[in-house]
């Protein structure tokens, strides 16, 4: 046995949960080895495949009750010599927007002065982001003034946007309007997604092709040198996102390099206690975020093996297994010597509901994480080095049976006040804490409370699909899942949302839906599901 290995049996053995594990020999090989993951990391940066776009025409938009965010598109035509017009290109994209002027009949004797706003809806083009404060920067809403001192010319503007329409501001149009035109606009979309990989899928239905294209248009959009969050904001990886862009990027643009090249970015950008941040950027070279979120953790074992698995990549994940290990001991910190989850001083996430109690639902995930971790090591061929947590699963789904689920009604509840959220129920029937005729009841029931905490995005409704399908109930995640991505369809949705509630086109988790992105990744669900429903069994 090596010694560090001993070192986690002896610990376990006398204290159980609750107490800081001994992990020095996993710290070692992980110390030794990640400045070497950062450099594959960087090897397998990305090529960006590119293509010129231009627009399909203008477009007047006009207010609608009846619509997403009560607009809609009204006029269409061509006109582009006034003082105020939106482009639309037909389709969402992620990259740069550049126009060229033309001079006018008499010259121009002062700075033409323009103002452009980029949206990925139309609430944004046509809305006044300072109305509502925002918990994030206001730099987040994609708007820009340019002075342009010569024509005729051609201007790119600098940023990367992501956005379907473009609106063009000329604040001074009476003073300019003989002196310069338009001459034209295009933007080159950015992805590291080639469209040549991508498997063809197969349908039920258009209603289900249709929610596939979306789907894929998201995840495209969101598949730059790394897999972000949202191209708009905050062009971020984050390991909960992550997770569910690669299971949906197997099933279909199948770049492999690009998980790869995220998990060594998350894992070569560890910290010092080596725990894999939630989030890094790319930009201007790798550095990891400020975030420390429990429940994705919890998932870096499980976003690891199924890389494996639809890569067949043994080297890789023997390589990172050392960091999956360690998360391992970091997600048990926080779970008492019973084998019950109370409160962690990490980011305990779960969904965007200030509301949800999270003992539960994290309960669900940590023991989710430690069973994903040991399949892990089965499949590496390393089940001895799990062998001593191996028996705080029975001790975890114990404790959740005896403190969480109430067999009245059959259903888990979380916290003090014996909350009942689906967020609980979802990661309990994930987690094989409940199986069978109970899984069932425990989705089921708690759906039909009526002050059930229901998920507010679409990453809590992915889960809940999944749920669903796991507990044996393939037809109502089916039709769960073409109402909640298809009421965003019906909505008009080019991609898919960060937030959707069906009762409130408004919802922000900033307090202003301006700021929200509307390419997100973890709403890439659509080609995930159907795909694989639709697929022999593997
Ligand atoms: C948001 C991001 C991301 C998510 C985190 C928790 O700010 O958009 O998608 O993973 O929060």
């Known amino acids: 046995m090596k010694w560090w290995l001993f070192a986690l049996s002896a610990g376990l053995a006398v204290a159980g949960f609750g107490v800081e594990l001994s992990f020095d020999g996993v710290d070692r090989q992980i110390n030794e080895r990640k400045p070497g993951w950062l450099s594959k990391a960087e090897a397998l940066r990305p090529t960006l495949y590119r293509e010129t776009l231009k627009p399909v025409g203008t477009v007047k938009v006009v207010e609608d009750a009846q619509s997403f965010q009560r607009l809609k598109i009204g006029e269409t035509g061509n006109d582009t010599a006034t003082a105020d017009f939106i482009l639309d290109f037909g389709r969402h994209l992620t990259g740069y927007f550049r126009f060229k002027l033309k001079a006018g009949s008499n010259p121009l004797d002062f700075p033409l002065r323009l103002r452009f706003v980029f949206g990925e809806t139309l609430a944004e083009v046509v809305g006044n982001p300072d109305e509502k404060p925002t918990g994030l920067s206001r730099a987040w809403f994609q708007d820009e003034v340019v002075n342009i001192d010569f024509i005729p010319g051609e201007v790119a503007l600098p940023r990367r946007y992501a956005f379907r329409y473009v609106r063009c501001v000329v604040p001074e149009f009476n003073r300019a309007k003989q002196k310069f035109s338009f001459d034209g606009f295009s933007a080159e979309a950015v992805t590291s997604a080639n469209p040549i990989n991508l498997a063809e899928g197969r349908f039920g239905n258009e209603e289900e092709r249709r929610l596939d294209t979306i789907a894929l248009n998201t995840l495209r959009d969101c598949m730059q040198t790394m897999f972000e969050d949202g191209p708009k904001r905050d062009r971020r990886l984050w390991l909960g996102d992550l997770r569910l862009q690669a299971l949906a990027n197997y099933e279909t643009y199948r770049n492999f390099n690009l998980v790869k090249r995220c998990l060594y970015l998350l894992a070569g950008l560890s910290d010092q206690d080596n725990m894999v941040r939630t989030d890094c950027y790319d930009q201007p070279s790798p550095h990891r975020g400020d975030c420390a979120i429990l429940d994705y953790t919890a998932l870096y074992a499980s ?229 694989r429903w639709a697929a022999p069994a593997r």
């Open 303 to 531: 976003t690891l093996l199924e890389y494996l698995e639809a890569s067949g990549d043994r080297a890789t994940a023997e390589d990172l297994w050392p960091i999956a290990l360690k998360q391992l001991q970091i997600t048990l910190r926080d779970v008492d010597e019973n084998g019950l989850f109370k409160k962690s001083p990490m980011w305990c996430f779960i969904d965007w509901d200030s509301k949800l109690d999270r003992q539960a639902p994290e309960q669900g995930v940590l023991l989710y994480g430690l069973k994903r971790t040991i399949e892990l090591a089965d499949k590496l061929g390393r089940r001895d080095q799990v062998a001593a947590v191996e028996p705080l699963v029975q001790k975890m789904v114990t404790a959740a049976r005896e403190s969480l689920w109430d067999a009245e009604r059959k259903l888990f509840v979380s916290g003090p006040d014996r909350q009942v959220s689906m967020a609980s129920q979802i990661w309990m029937v994930l987690s094989g804490a409940v199986t069978g005729q109970d899984a069932k009841d425990c989705l089921l029931n708690a759906a039909k409370v009526p002050d059930v905490r229901k998920p507010f995005t679409p990453y809590l409704r992915n889960y809940w699909i999944e749920a669903l399908d796991v507990a044996g109930l393939r037809d109502t995640a089916r039709k769960e899942l073409l109402e909640y991505w298809g009421g965003m369809a019906k909505r008009g949705a080019d991609t898919f949302w960060e937030g959707f509630v069906p009762e409130d086109d408004f919802f922000s988790p900033y307090g202003n839906h301006l700021i929200n992105s509307y390419c997100h990744a973890w709403s890439c669900a659509p080609c995930y599901f159907l795909r």
